[in-house]
């Protein structure tokens, strides 16, 4: 934990002009993502580092429409892989949709067809009972050694060839059987190479189902904890020994969706009253260590977590006060954003055994989304949460993320690497060098709003502040999306 952290002052003099209010971020997500075969990529700036190879994939949602009809929310868009390698002759891209049979029906009838998480089944009143969800497969992707994961957590995983992006179907990794979920973000431990996640059912009240697998993705053993209300979790962390989850407040109401009258997100209350309800189990067991409450809030998702000498958890996330966030991103598809949110990158300390939480600091008092950590890290001591974060004078209600930030928890400081007017990165891909694992190269794909054009960015992680080592050009506009992997050679 850090006291008087330096970064709270730094970041104050973010300003008060708010010069960057063009809102060219909309012109990403106005037309869906075009497919393109494996194409060479030109370098605009710079030079591909050496030892980088191996290959970044991102998902997201490609399109936020079909027939005329927008999506509910920027969580219903069908799934959209770009896949960028980095090989001795160069970069090369490729662009597909996950090819999910609600895509193949919606894309034979020319129209949306299904309901999701923020829309119900257009047409008629038996179609919200037919066609209650489409798996999307948008959310995020986990590589295997022999396969590539397009998740969605409402369903199961999809699998996909890893070079040619070919949809090979749905993956049961050998145990989700009947209804049961696969959440977005399985955590890999570095140092056993074990993956951890979970799938949260239920239509009236919760279960928590947990997952262990081994380095294939093959579930080798499963647990199913009962909750006292059907909450939306997202994300977990892994710390040390232990799997953490703080189940917020907000409730989804099974009635309204199981008549079919509301989908999923607009049958959700924020009910902070009942406070964030902290659950630590022990990763080797999957047994309930602690059981405990704190003030409500809501989060989607953690930086990471580590035990230290104590025994205490650290923990860092992007933390909200509020449940606004649901309808800013409701707005997204729409081009407006117009609701603000009370949020920031914060770090928490809590008792394992008990629960307790012992400190909540808050680091960066603007919306942070996307914290991530180098995947060497994951649940030990670090350094560096990188997360995306807005340049000074931006109207952070109206614009979408302009800039990637990391705090140093070594220094107490904070960097903010603004893109520059009408530039929006999508969350940073921590690529290892594999000369020297502590240090390596943040990723990400930027959208040009200036010229339409995307492009990937690799940056040098030691040095944020400086300009990106390498710009490439990529042969068409990527739309917004949500997270990505890195595979290295
Ligand atoms: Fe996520």
Redo the contacts with the bound molecule.
Sequence with gaps: MVQNPAFLDSETKLGKELKNTHKAWKQAIAEPGQEFSSTPLPVLEGTIPEYLRGTLYRIGPGRLSRGGIQVGHWFDGDGAILRVHFGDDGATALYRYVQTKGYQHEVAAGKLLYGNYGMIAPGRFWNHFLRPLKNVAN??VIALPDKLLALWEGGKPHALDLETLETQGIDSLGALKGGLTYS??PKRDPQTGEIFNFGVTGKFKGCLNLYKSDSTGKILVSKAFSLDWLPLV??FVLAGEYLIFFIPPVKVHGLPVGLGLRSYGNSMTWEPKSGTQILVFDKQTLSLVSRSETEGFFL??FGNGYVDENGMVMIDFAGYEDFNINQRLKELPTGELKTPTKSGLWQLILNPKTGKVKAVEKGYNHLAE?PMVSPLEIGQKWRYTYFLGFGKGTNTTEEFFNAIARIDYKTDSLTIADLGENRYPLEPTYAANPINPQSGWLLTIVYDGNNHTSEVWIFDSEHLDDEPVCKLELPSVIPLG??GIWKGN
Excluded: K, P, R, V
Aim: hydrophobic share 45%.
């Design positions: 959310t995020a977005a973000h997202h994300d989607w998702h996307f949500f997270h």
